[in-house]
């Protein structure tokens, strides 16, 4: 009985020995899921803090998206506007061109006035000489007949 008693006292101790090293090997364990705890931690921190400067960034967004809205807005306001300028500078090209017209008109009948004034000039001048002429010849005649004394 004392050699089972030894043998069962013996196993005891293998058992406690063998349950002191897997007490070890749990507190080393548990050390490091302390520190991957730990580690957990920081990292949700970390992303505590990202999810901050996110949060931060999107309302910087959404700022920068109202303003791009109401440079939208304001580009549509111009576009509407420009297409007024354009319709008003379409209708003052077809007025242009009807002026152009007009004075290119005016022009060739000015340029024909001018030739018929050099026309009507010209004759004017010989039918002055012309008459300078007639009006010698006739004071002429009249001297021959004594009509006249000069």
Not at 50 to 73: F, G, I, M, T, Y
Not at 96 to 116: G, M, P
Not at 124 to 140: A, C, F, P
């Amino acid at each position: 009985v004392d050699q089972r008693l030894d043998g069962l006292d013996r196993h005891l101790e293998e058992v406690d020995q063998r349950l002191d090293g897997l007490d070890q090997h749990l507190s080393e364990v548990d050390q490091r899921l302390d520190s991957l705890d730990q580690h957990l931690s920081e990292v949700d921190q970390r992303l505590d803090g990202l999810d901050q400067h996110l949060s931060e960034v999107d309302q910087r967004l959404d700022a920068v998206n109202q303003r791009l809205d109401a440079v939208d807005k304001n580009q549509d306001t111009m576009n509407q506007r420009l297409d007024a300028v354009d319709k008003n500078q379409d209708t003052m090209n077809q007025h242009l061109n009807v002026i152009e017209y007009k004075e290119d008109r005016t022009a060739k009948k000015l340029s024909d006035l001018q030739l018929d004034i050099k026309l009507a000039e010209r004759n004017t001048q010989k039918d002055i000489h012309t008459l300078r002429d007639e009006m010698d010849t006739v004071i002429e005649l009249l001297k021959i007949h004594k009509f006249v004394q000069i």
